[in-house]
């Protein structure tokens, strides 16, 4: 199986903030990644699809970057409503597999 | 657009079998080559994948749960179903249904989630 790292685990920042998480595939997965925004109670929504592709209707202060092993979600200018836990996803082989999630908390 | 919604028991007894069944709606499960699958949530965890299918044929398990889990589909009705057999607390979780497109890769679509719990 491969195996997602991500971190930091959680992170603090404020509003108008850049924030960077990254993951770690143990193996190479080309660009077969996704990037998850969870809300407390709700259906993880999908970001960002093939490592960089912003899915339609996600306001572009997101991004993704990263082939093979090392990815990186940003988000330009962090919003209220930004504040999540966030998960990445590998899509080169199954088992598919998930990272361990990043909380994104107010400072 | 397409919605999905899970239906189910919410307790299941330890060593009984889970049932769930996800409902589509605004597309067709037998249309757009689209794959379908499986994904749950332990309380304050993390994402597990469970299985994946294309409703004519390929499915895919987690070789973790591959022994206990079993998918289908019913297109007269438009909803797919989720078996678990010999349950325990472990499995307790939010279950998700979800469409993955055509690649069976990523997650475009989930439903709202249903909480299972396991206990007698």
Redesign the interface.
Known sequence: ?IQMTQSPSSVSASVGDRVTITCRASQGISS?L?W?QQKAG?????LI??ASSL?SGVPSRFSGSGSGTDFTLTISSLQPEDFATY?C?Q?NS????????TKVEIK | QLHLQESGPGLVKPSETLSLTCTVSGGSISSNNFYW?WIRQPPGK????IG?FYYSGNT?Y???LKSRVTMSVDTSKNQFSLKMSSVTAADTAVY?CANQGS??????Y????ILVTISS
């Open positions: 199986d077969w996704a998850y709700k259906a993880p929504k999908l699809y093939t899915q998960y996803q899509a199954f088992p598919l597999t998930f990272g361990g999630g | 699958g993390g994402l597990e994948w994946s895919y987690n070789p973790s998700y690649a069976a890769a990523f997650f475009d989930w439903g709202q989630g």
